[in-house]
């Protein structure tokens, strides 16, 4: 009897522990699948606003803004296109949040003869978020409490992401996979050797991506007319 009683704690301690170290994670996988669109656009936005809490706001001419717009479209399409925000400053590499927001360090336009570079920096990030849900993120930072709020409520509460935009800003994410963005690029018709130069600035070299680009040698229509990039240029008013 002593014995049965001794293999039954242990079997129960270790499907406690089992449950420990599982279930959070299944709970944050699920929360984040079932998270509705216009909810996520809500949380991407609250989290871009703790990024810029420390980086300072977008760059907003509107004209910029305008070519920023329309450079988007080229890349994505009329439909879901996801929303582009420049930063002056605080950003060293492009990334992106929940809710179709992708970020991009102005250094993209001031160092780059065309905005080949900075279109294949978002194309880059939205494969990214397409590969990993940036919602897993932001519901680890929240923690298990405020996800199974969300889950249960349909709200993230109020202070669920303080302190995101110091972590987000730390965080070094590997890029998506070589093939994926070959693929991509391709099909977006965007020249990959740009971004793969421009990729070696952010401490992530990609010289197997400048040898693969599958526009290598030719001239590709342009993404945006002159005007456009010159505005695009000047989008953080400079």
């Known amino acids: 009897g002593r014995l049965r009683g001794l293999l039954t704690a242990g079997t129960t301690l270790a499907i406690l522990g089992l449950a420990a170290w599982v279930l959070p994670g299944v709970l944050v996988r699920h929360t984040a699948q079932v998270v509705p669109a216009a909810q996520r656009a809500d949380i991407g936005q609250r989290a871009l606003d703790d990024v810029t809490r420390l980086t300072g706001a977008p760059c907003d001419d509107p004209m910029g803004l305008a ?27 492009p990334a992106h949040l929940p809710g179709g927001v992708i970020l991009l360090p102005h250094s993209l336009a001031e160092a ?31 923690g298990l ?21 110091e972590a987000f800003l ?50 590709p229509s342009p993404l945006i007319g002159d005007s456009d990039w010159v505005a695009l240029q000047a989008v953080c008013g400079g």
């Open 67 to 93: 070519a920023l717009a329309r450079l988007s479209e080229r890349i994505f399409g009329p439909e879901d296109t996801p929303i582009l925000y420049v930063l002056a400053e605080g950003l060293d590499r």
């Open 112 to 142: 780059t003869e065309g905005p080949e570079a900075l279109a294949g920096a978002a194309l880059a990030e939205n494969l990214a978020a397409q590969t990993t849900d940036p919602m897993l993120r932001v519901l680890d930072h929240a």
């Open 145 to 165: 409490v405020d996800t199974f709020r969300l889950l249960t409520t349909g709200d993230l509460p109020e202070g669920a992401l303080q302190g995101f935009g």
């Open 170 to 219: 730390r965080d070094r994410p590997a890029p998506p996979a070589d093939a994926a963005l070959i693929a991509a690029f391709e099909a977006a018709q965007v020249p990959l050797t740009p971004y793969a130069t421009a990729r070696a600035g952010f401490g992530q070299p990609a010289p197997g991506l400048i040898e693969a680009d599958p526009f290598k040698g030719l001239i």
